[in-house]
């Protein structure tokens, strides 16, 4: 996370102010049981508590769900969900996503999610969500997975770290959902915090623009999209919920996340002591903090190698080999992958659309360009052409008349001028821009003076 400690404040940034929920004194009293609870497992000052799996493998928990007795199932996901449908992880070694934003010249790849950085320089962010957005990309086997878990009365609830909205593609209630680092589902603006649409952002960004405000007085100032940078709070959803879901929880699915960022690491330990908990992963994480601080803020993490491990299961692999795997020996696979052709058809046919939208507000922007460029060359050339005409007009001569003018003289009497009968020298005479004076017009004016 970026630090911003010796810059001065942003201009105009606000804070947001939430009201935190103050605990009763019965949940305050059963937070202090349970961290006593953890520091004696976690420093085996106590027996443990008892093993709920007859095997702590996949068939374990296959057997336990099967048993009618897990019917409160909770699955907290990060990116390796999502990798198999085309969008990078974060942390994975020269294919992650923090090791392929050179092309944006960030000071350093967290840059680009940092909300500091954001406020100085937003263009990055935009031009990354442009080829991560949400209707891009296809939901994996696992959201499926997830989403048939919800049709079967058997999820309580699904946290994600994701902001790729693929389990709302898959189907998946928003009552069972918590976007615990938020969606591109709405965006705010920064400084009035007027509320926009999905699909207002989306228009904006696939013309290759910044979001921004469209409020009298506000015009000038960024549009951002409801997800948590570095540096924000999480939503509020995933305050009310975390600790009532977890304590109901009787099966904790951990499903290709590192288990890196907090709070949403600590997940796995916030459940009852006798939750059997999985971890489908690529690779072995979340073992648990060497120092005891960090252990009592966080937990003492898995136990997957220790002998007194009672209650976690590590299956090594790809998200959806281990969904498709669980779904077989739950009898469910058809039936998975029936959805996922189904439902997969149904998303080519809107991606298309959006394609299509896209190609039409790129092309629109490059007329816009070009027309004002034309105008602006238009405006140029006429204003040349009016410049050389006045320049020309300055310079040019009246041409001499043939019709012969009389010299000008004054009355003695009143100083009028009056035109004399004599022969004019014509070489003399003044240049007149109007038809000359009729002769006896000017015998008339010479009696009355």
């Known amino acids: 996370m970026a630090s911003n400690s010796e810059e001065e404040p942003i201009v105009g940034e606000v804070e947001e102010k939430k009201q935190v929920k103050e605990e009763s004194a019965e949940e305050v009293q059963e937070r202090r049981e349970w961290l006593m ?41 990060g990116a390796g969900i999502s990798t198999a449908a085309g969008i990078p992880d974060f942390r994975s070694p020269n294919t992650g996503l923090y090791d392929n934003l050179q092309k944006y010249n960030l000071p350093h790849p967290q840059a680009v999610f940092d909300i500091g950085y954001f406020w100085k320089n937003p263009e990055p962010f935009f031009l990354l969500a442009k080829e991560l957005w949400p209707g891009v990309f296809k939901p994996t086997p696992c959201h499926y997975f997830i989403k048939m878990l919800a049709d079967k009365g058997l999820l309580l609830r699904h946290y994600t770290q994701n902001i790729d909205t693929l389990e709302s593609q898959a189907g998946l209630d928003p009552e069972k959902l918590v976007e615990a680092h938020g969606s591109f589902r709405t965006a705010h603006c920064l400084i009035c915090e007027k509320e926009y649409s999905k699909d207002f952002i989306e228009e904006k960004v696939f013309a290759g623009e910044v979001p921004k405000c469209d409020v009298p007085g506000c015009e000038d100032n960024i549009v951002k999209p409801d997800i948590v940078f570095f540096g924000e709070s999480l939503p509020s959803r995933f305050g009310e919920l975390v600790n009532g879901d977890m304590k109901e929880c009787d099966l904790l699915l951990i499903l290709g996340t590192s288990l890196v960022v907090q709070p949403f690491a600590a997940l796995p330990n916030r459940t009852q002591h006798h939750t059997p908990r999985m971890y489908i992963n690529l690779e072995k994480t979340g073992s648990g903090p060497s120092n005891p601080i960090t252990m009592l803020m966080f937990g003492g993490g898995f136990k997957f190698d220790d002998e007194d491990n009672y209650r976690d299961v590590f299956w090594q692999g790809t998200c959806d080999e281990g969904c498709l795997l669980m779904a077989e020996k739950l009898g469910w696979k058809e039936e998975l992958q029936e959805m996922v052709e189904t439902e997969h058809a149904k998303i080519d046919k809107n991606a298309k ?22 105008t602006e060359d238009q405006s140029k050339t006429v204003e040349a052409k009016e410049s050389t005409a006045e320049e020309s007009s300055s310079n040019t001569h009246v041409p001499k008349t043939n019709i012969p003018k009389s010299p000008v003289t004054k009355s003695p009497v009143t100083g009028a001028r009056s035109k004399s009968s004599a022969t004019s020298n014509s070489s003399k005479s003044p240049v007149t821009r109007g038809p000359p004076k009729s002769p006896s017009l000017s015998k008339t004016k010479l009696k009355k003076s």
Do not use: F, H, R, W
Not at 40 to 65: A, C, F, H, R, W
Not at 353 to 374: R, T, W
């Open 353 to 374: 659309l959006l394609k299509a939208k896209s190609k039409s507000l790129e092309s629109e922007k490059q007329k816009e360009e070009k027309l004002g460029g034309n």
């Open 37 to 77: 609870d953890m520091m004696k497992l976690s420093l085996g000052l106590g027996p443990s508590p008892e093993q709920v799996l007859e095997t702590l493998d996949m068939d374990g928990v296959v057997n336990y769900i099967k048993s009618g007795k897990c019917k409160k199932i909770i699955t907290m996901a």
